[in-house]
C-alpha cells in the first residue's frame, strides 16, 4: 500500500477536524508545465495557421494597409470603391471611433483581397510544369515562358520566409491521367518483357478495358480526384501499407546507417544523448513550423504534409486494418537495454533536457543491472509478427492493466531508442562488418526494435548509430532530411573526452522501468520469436561501397548521374538473371498538396537494346554510348513525368482499387497488378539541408540505407550518390531462392559500372572535346 499512496499527486479526506488535503509538488508542477507547454503550442498552432492562411503575404503588412486607409479617410480621399463609406452606412453611428472601425473593416478586406490573389497566383504558377522538361543540355536556350515564370515565382515564394506548411494551400492537386495516356505508357513500358504473342494479348486486354469499364472506372476518380486534395495518397496508405498482413520486419520497414568515415565518440551514452537532444530540436521545428520546406532549385516548393506524423506516432495492428495513430504531444522516450523497457523524461523544470542531462540518464540505464521479466527481452517480437496475429494478442493481454498503461507509454513516446550491447562495425577491408552493420539495422534480432513505433534509434556498444523506420507515415526523403540535420550538429556535440559538451544544472529525473505481466501470453511471444528469427534467417544483405568513381565522371558523360545507375542495374540483372524482368524506381510526387511516391519504370524499350548490344561483341563502342545515351534520355523523360503526375501504376492502382469497390472484375487490372517487381530500387537523397557542409566536413555523411526484397525472388537495391566518387549500394535478397545471390548481384554491379565507364573512356579518347565543353555540359 505505501508504493500506492506514494503514486497518488493529490487526495483528500474528511475527518471531525475538518479537510484533511495531500498533495504531491513535484508531480503537480509536473502536471502544471506539461499544461503550459501544450497551450504554448496552441497558440504557436493558432499563430502558424494565420500565418500560412495569408502567405505569402505578411501579416504585418495588415496594419500598413490600416495606416494607409486610415490616412486616406481623414484626408478626404477615397479608399478603393468607396469601400470605407460603403462600411460606415451600415455601422451604428459616424462617430471618430466608429469612422477608424470603418477604416479598420475596409483595410482588412482589402487586404485580405491582395493575400488571396497572391496565394492563388502562386497555385496557378505551381501547376506549370514545363520546367521540368527544359533542356539542361550545353548550349540549349531556356524557353521564354520558363524564363517568366521563373521570375515570377522566385518573387513570390522569396516574398515571405516561409514556415513549414506556408505553401500548402498553394500547392496543386495531383492531376489524373486519362486511361488513353496510361494505357499507352503502360504497354511500352512492358514491350521489352513480353514475347510478340504475350503483347499482343496485353494490347487486346488493355483495349478491351480503356473502351469497356475503364471509362466507368475513370469517371469515379474524377469524382475523387475533385472532392480529395490528393486521389491517391489516402489508398495508398490504407491499401499497400495498412491492410497489409505480413510483418513489418524486412517486408516494409528501412534502415539508415551513420556517417560511417566518422568516429564522434566511443562513448555510448554521450552519442545516444546527442543525437536524442538533436532529434528533440527538430522536433521542436516541425511543432513550431520553423523548419524550412524544401525547394527545389531554391524556389519550387515540396509538400511538408508527411513531417506532422514524423514523431509521437506509431502504427497499431488491427485484425483486418491497422491504423496510425500520432499523438499531439510527449514528454519522454522509451529506452530498451537488455531486454529491458524504460521510460525516460525529456522535460524537467520547465524546459527540454539537455545533452549532458540526457546523458546522466542514460549512463543510469546502462549502469542498471536490471533483468528482464518473464517474456519482456523478446515482447517487440509481436511487432514483428503477422499483423493479424499481433492485432489478437494485442486485444486478448494488452487491452487493459498494467500491460495496456505499459504498451501505451511505447505507443505514445516521442520515438524509441535501443542501447544495443554490441558494436557496429566498419572496415573497408573487411566488407562483411558494414554487411552486418546494415542486418542489425534493418532486423536486429527480431525483438530489439520496436517496429511498429515512427522510428526506432539503435545506437551500438561503440558509439555508432542507425535507425529502423516504419513506412506507412512517410517516405524514406523525410527520414533522410531528418538524418542529415542531425549529422549537421553532430560534429560539434562532444569534448576531448568523448562526452556531450556542457555540465548539468540539476540532477535530471531517473528513467523508470516498465511494468508487464506476460505470463498469460508466454506462448505467443515464443511464436512470435520463432517467426521473426526463421524471417531473418531467410534475408541476405550486401552493402558495397563503390570508390572507384561517382557522380562526377557521370557528369563528364553529361548523364544524368539516377539515370546511370539505372541502366548499370539493368545491365547488371540481365548478366545475373539472364533476362529483363518489371523494375520499380519510386520517384516522388511531392511537388502536388500530399503527394509521395510514384512508379518508374528503368526497364524500357531502349533501355533493352542498350543491354543487348553490350552483349553483342559486334556492336561498336560508337553505337554503345549512342543507345545508352538515348536510354537515359528515355528514362530521364519517364522520371520526369512520373514527378508532373503523368506516372502509370498509381493511376492503375486507383483503377483497380474502384473495381474492387464496385465488384467489378477486369482481368486487364487483375494482371498488371499481380507482376512481381523483381527489381525494385531506390535512390536515397542527400543535400536537403544546406546545415550539411560536405566542403567542410566531407566525411560527414551517411552511407545511406536499405529494404529487404520486395519479391520473394527479386532483389531490393538502395543506393546514394555520396560524393563525387563515392556510391553505396544496399543489396538484398532471400537466401530461400536459388536463383538470387547478394555477392553475385555486388559483383554485376560493380563490373557494369566499370564496363561503362570504359566505354565512356574509349568513346572520350576516340572523340576528344575541350575539357571547357566537357564540363559546362555537365548534367544534375
Known amino acids: 500500500m505505501a508504493e500506492a499512496h506514494a503514486a497518488v499527486a493529490f487526495s483528500f479526506a474528511i475527518t471531525h477536524e475538518g479537510f484533511d488535503i495531500n498533495y504531491d509538488h513535484e508531480v503537480l508542477n509536473l502536471v502544471w508545465n506539461s499544461g503550459v507547454r501544450s497551450w504554448k503550442k496552441r497558440l504557436a498552432r493558432a499563430r502558424n495557421g494565420v500565418r500560412n492562411g495569408v502567405y505569402p503575404a505578411h501579416i504585418q503588412s495588415l496594419w500598413l494597409i490600416s495606416a494607409i486607409a486610415l490616412g486616406l479617410h481623414f484626408t478626404g480621399y477615397q479608399a478603393p470603391f468607396n469601400l470605407t463609406n460603403r462600411l460606415l452606412v451600415h455601422l451604428p453611428s459616424n462617430t471618430i471611433n466608429w469612422q477608424v472601425t470603418a477604416c479598420f473593416l475596409a483595410a482588412l478586406v482589402i487586404w485580405l483581397s491582395i493575400c488571396f490573389t497572391m496565394r492563388y497566383t502562386l497555385k496557378l504558377l505551381l501547376m506549370y510544369k514545363g520546367w521540368m522538361y527544359e533542356s539542361r543540355a550545353p548550349g540549349s536556350r531556356v524557353s521564354l515562358p520558363t524564363m517568366l515564370w521563373v521570375a515570377v515565382v522566385r518573387v513570390l515564394s522569396s516574398w515571405n520566409k516561409p514556415g513549414l506548411y506556408s505553401f500548402q494551400g498553394s500547392l496543386p492537386r495531383l ?3 486519362s486511361v488513353s495516356d496510361t494505357m499507352t505508357r503502360y504497354l511500352r513500358s512492358v514491350r521489352p518483357l513480353l514475347d510478340d504473342d504475350n503483347y499482343t494479348r496485353m494490347e487486346r486486354l488493355a483495349k478491351e478495358f480503356e473502351q469497356s469499364i475503364g471509362k466507368k472506372l475513370q469517371w469515379y476518380l474524377i469524382l475523387k480526384s475533385w ?14 501499407y495498412l491492410r497489409g498482413r505480413s510483418p513489418l520486419c524486412v517486408n516494409s520497414n528501412f534502415y539508415g546507417t551513420d556517417a560511417i568515415f566518422m568516429n564522434l565518440t566511443n562513448k555510448q551514452a554521450a552519442r545516444a544523448a546527442n543525437v536524442v537532444s538533436l532529434l528533440l530540436n527538430f522536433r521542436r521545428l516541425i511543432e513550431h513550423q520553423e ?12 509538400c511538408s504534409w508527411q513531417y506532422e506524423r514524423t514523431f509521437n506516432t506509431a502504427r497499431v495492428p488491427g485484425l483486418e486494418t491497422d ?23 525529456i522535460y524537467h523544470k520547465g524546459r527540454m533536457l539537455r545533452p549532458c542531462e540526457l546523458q546522466v540518464q542514460i549512463e543510469e540505464i546502462l549502469k542498471a543491472n536490471a533483468t528482464p521479466l518473464d517474456g519482456e527481452e523478446h515482447l517487440a517480437a ?11 494478442a494485442r486485444n486478448t493481454f494488452f487491452s487493459r492493466g498494467v500491460n495496456h498503461v505499459s504498451l501505451r507509454t511505447i505507443e505514445s513516446a516521442a520515438f524509441v531508442l535501443s542501447l544495443d550491447d554490441e558494436p557496429f562495425e566498419f572496415d573497408l577491408a573487411r566488407p562483411e562488418l558494414l554487411d552486418n552493420f546494415g542486418k542489425k539495422l534493418l532486423h536486429g534480432n527480431g525483438y530489439n526494435r520496436w517496429f511498429d513505433k515512427c522510428f526506432t534509434v539503435c545506437v551500438a556498444n561503440n558509439g555508432r548509430v542507425g535507425f529502423n ?26 569534448d576531448e573526452s568523448g562526452d556531450t559538451k556542457g555540465t548539468p544544472e540539476f540532477q535530471p529525473p531517473m528513467p523508470t522501468r516498465l511494468s508487464w505481466d506476460l505470463t498469460p501470453c508466454l506462448s505467443k511471444i515464443d511464436e512470435a520469436t520463432m517467426d521473426v528469427t526463421k524471417l531473418i534467417n531467410e534475408v541476405n544483405l550486401r552493402i558495397l561501397v563503390h570508390q572507384e568513381y561517382g557522380k562526377g565522371f557521370m557528369k563528364k558523360c553529361r548523364i544524368s548521374p539516377d539515370a546511370y545507375i539505372q541502366m548499370a542495374l539493368q545491365l547488371a540483372y540481365y548478366r545475373d538473371a539472364g533476362r529483363f524482368s518489371l523494375t520499380y524506381e519510386a520517384s516522388m510526387t511531392r511537388l502536388f498538396r500530399e503527394g509521395r511516391t510514384e512508379t518508374v519504370r528503368p526497364c524500357t524499350i531502349e533501355s533493352a537494346a542498350w543491354v543487348k548490344a553490350m552483349q553483342n561483341q559486334s556492336t561498336t563502342n560508337d553505337e554503345r554510348v549512342k543507345m545508352l545515351q538515348a536510354a537515359c534520355d528515355r528514362h530521364q523523360l519517364g522520371y520526369q513525368d512520373a514527378m508532373c503526375g503523368r506516372g502509370i501504376d498509381r493511376h492503375l492502382f486507383c483503377l483497380y482499387v474502384v473495381s474492387k469497390y464496385l465488384e467489378v472484375d477486369s482481368p486487364f487490372l487483375n494482371e498488371v497488378l499481380s507482376e512481381p517487381w523483381r527489381l525494385s530500387t531506390s535512390q536515397t537523397p542527400h543535400g536537403q539541408t544546406p546545415k550539411m557542409d560536405l566542403k567542410k566536413h566531407p566525411n560527414c555523411i551517411s552511407a545511406g540505407g536499405g529494404f529487404g526484397p520486395v519479391a520473394d525472388d527479386g532483389y531490393g537495391v538502395s543506393y546514394i550518390i555520396a560524393g563525387e566518387n563515392l556510391i553505396f549500394f544496399h543489396i538484398s535478397a532471400k537466401t530461400t531462392c536459388q536463383q538470387t545471390d547478394v555477392q553475385r548481384f555486388s559483383e554485376n554491379i560493380s563490373q557494369a559500372l566499370a564496363d561503362i565507364r570504359s566505354m565512356f573512356e574509349q568513346h572520350m579518347k576516340d572523340h576528344p572535346k575541350p575539357a571547357k565543353s566537357i564540363t559546362n555540359g555537365a548534367s544534375t
Open 382 to 392: 509481436l511487432t514483428a509478427w503477422n499483423r493479424s496475429k499481433w492485432a489478437e
Open 175 to 177: 492531376p489524373l491521367p
Open 227 to 240: 472532392w480529395s486534395t490528393n486521389y491517391v495518397s489516402d489508398w495508398w496508405e490504407e491499401y499497400v
Open 469 to 494: 523506420a516504419e513506412h506507412t507515415w512517410a517516405d524514406a526523403p523525410v527520414l533522410g532530411h531528418l538524418w542529415e540535420y542531425i549529422f549537421g550538429d553532430d560534429i560539434y556535440g562532444y
Open 323 to 345: 491504423r496510425i495513430v500520432h499523438y499531439k504531444d510527449s514528454n519522454h522516450i522509451v529506452v530498451l537495454h537488455k531486454g529491458c523497457y524504460y521510460k525516460m523524461l
Open 291 to 302: 523548419l524550412q520546406p524544401i525547394m527545389v532549385q531554391g524556389m519550387i516548393p515540396l
